[in-house]
Antibody, heavy 118, light 110 residues
Framework: QVQLVQSGAEVKKPGASVKVSCKAS????????ISWVRQAPGQGLEWMGW????????NYAQKLQGRVTMTTDTSTSTAYMELRSLRSDDTAVYYCAREYGVNWFDPWGQGTPVTVSS | QSALTQPASVSGSPGQSITISCTGS?????????VSWYQQHPGKAPKLMIY???NRPSGVPDRFSGSKSGNTASLTISGLQAEDEADYYCSSYTSSSTPLFGGGTKLTVL
């Protein structure tokens, strides 16, 4: 079945970087893009950006421009999201999701909690 | 960009119908047919329930339906069941070529 499996929880200090992975299986990886969405504790969903698994083109949310980088490794069907200069308000669960059509995401990874604390 | 506007909470009794609204503008909800809805149970990842305003993925019960009028999209759940209790989020494509989520609605089944 189609699934996305993400890397495990992370704890980082302010100013550090985090890199989360998302391994896809059950479909042709390069046929769809991957979006990253985060959810701060008790809050709603925030779209972070998108990467084409076909050619690596990216589109990042304006508020994260300059701090986020999304990449893919087609040899292992894995997408990566790196966020730099971490702040306490980056504490959230980070999800990857396959963008199956225009603005619809299915399936989602299980989520990766990232805690930023000194 | 501010989040699309959803009611913070809605409730209904088993068997009843409820509707969750999602209000945006002509630059998002009103301008495109690309509205989707997600269900999220506590501690779980979101699950796609509706795409392209009113289409259900396979496996989603036909009790779930979507619609749109002007700048407001709606998710209707008929024949409420206990397992429908969850948070629901809408999402719309925008004129910035990016998605925008709603603030989320907590559905309580009484």
């Amino acid at each position: 079945q189609v699934q996305l499996v993400q890397s495990g929880a992370e704890v980082k200090k302010p100013g550090a970087s985090v890199k989360v992975s998302c391994k896809a299986s059950g479909y042709t990886f390069i046929s769809y893009g991957i979006s990253w969405v985060r959810q701060a504790p008790g809050q709603g969903l925030e779209w972070m950006g998108w990467i084409s698994a076909y050619n690596g083109n990216t589109n990042y949310a304006q508020k994260l421009q300059g701090r986020v980088t999304m990449t893919t490794d087609t040899s292992t069907s894995t997408a990566y999201m790196e966020l730099r200069s971490l702040r306490s308000d980056d504490t959230a669960v980070y999800y990857c999701a396959r963008e199956y059509g225009v603005n619809w995401f299915d399936p989602w990874g299980q989520g990766t909690p990232v805690t930023v604390s000194s | 960009q501010s989040a699309l506007t959803q009611p913070a909470s809605v409730s209904g009794s088993p068997g009843q119908s409820i509707t969750i609204s999602c209000t945006g503008s002509s630059s998002d909800v009103g301008g495109y047919k690309y509205v989707s809805w997600y269900q999220q149970h506590p501690g779980k990842a979101p699950k796609l329930m509706i795409y392209d305003v009113n289409n259900r993925p396979s496996g989603v019960p036909d009790r779930f339906s979507g619609s749109k009028s002007g700048n407001t999209a709606s998710l209707t759940i008929s024949g409420l069941q206990a397992e429908d209790e969850a948070d629901y989020y809408c999402s719309s494509y925008t004129s910035s070529s990016t998605p925008l989520f709603g603030g989320g609605t907590k559905l309580t089944v009484l």
